[in-house]
């Protein structure tokens, strides 16, 4: 497609659709922008007490801080929202009274300066983080892997997704939590799981690899929870208690399948995606699981395998942020989007629309 030579444009993008109040300036063209600044005020104190996303206290707080954090992202990029050429904000998926916040804020800073106003969807932030990092070029295959989402999308444009498969009830992240929780580690659960796993057996307790039997890339991971809970129930019923060996070694086991269950969708995935013929095939991932060393080497593998590169954007953009909302955001105002006032906040948005809707939702929300 021939495309005339584009300006560089200045981005100001608004994140709220979970834990994350955040606000970020992108500036330049599609394939080729620089972030000129990011901020991002987690709310982890406000809701550890809780065991999860609080949605109403996750809501009083954006609305607290978000005006703040914005304020913040223009200054440190050392412009005026004047000098913005538009006002990218996630419009959905995600907590309901956390994305009304951002919205509103979107709102009035559009009306108040006449900035166009762009609702972008948060799972498009995240899949097209590999252009604003890498300029990977279209095509390519993303595995978004986190503690809210796990899907494996297909990237044609900023607009267009297809999505080849995701969980159907859980998401890896979580279930790393839970694990956590069911063995007395700290929260987040993947860190602390991941190093109680270097010094496991990850052979001791076989856990069941789910849906692997069932054709296509769809996952699923609330059994595995379970069946941690069953094999820790089991030691703790014949010692009377769990040593340090047998919670690294639960950890190690627990890790080895999720990675299995993930390794083996991906090659299927791949699969589908290399039926297409991309001229420069690769195979992204992020979200906060994406974090995880031997997760993250076990997908290289098997993208190497079918002669796909591997691309991670570096882990503060795998997790949520406003950068990749001003940077999608920053495509599709290339590409005409202009949205008004009726723009509205959607608690459930999926990418794909002509795929089936994903069943899934915990504790970070409701999934696309
Ligand atoms: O992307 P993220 O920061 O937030 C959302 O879920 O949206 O992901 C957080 C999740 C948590 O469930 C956390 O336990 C998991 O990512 N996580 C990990 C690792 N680091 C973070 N899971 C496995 N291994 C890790 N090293
Ligand atoms: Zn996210």
Redesign the pocket.
Known sequence: MKRLMATSNLILGIESS?DDSAAAVVQGTSGAAEIRASIVLGQNALHASFGGVVPEIAARAHAERLDGCASAALAEAGVTLQDIDAIAVTAGPGLIGGVMSGVMLAKGLSAGTGKPLIGVNHLAGHALTPRLTHAVAYPYLMLLV????CQFLLVRSAAEFSRLGGTIDD????A??KTARLLGLAQ????A??TEALTGDAKRFRLPRPLLDREGCDMSFSGLKTALLRARDHVIAEKGGITRQDRADLCASFQAAVSDVLAEKTRRALTVYLAENPPQPVMAIA???A??KA?RAALETVSAEAGVQSNAPPLAL???NAAMIAYAGLELFEAGQRDDFSLSPRPRWPLDTNSPAMLGSGK?GAKA
């Not at 986190?146 to 989402?149: I, K, V």
């Not at 998401?171 to 979580?174: D, H, I, Q, S």
């Not at 987040?188 to 860190?191: D, Y």
């Open positions: 979970c986190s503690g809210g989402h998401a890896p992240g979580e790393f939590d987040p659960g993947g860190p799981v991941e979200g906060g699981v974090a995880n997760i795998c997790t949520d970070k």
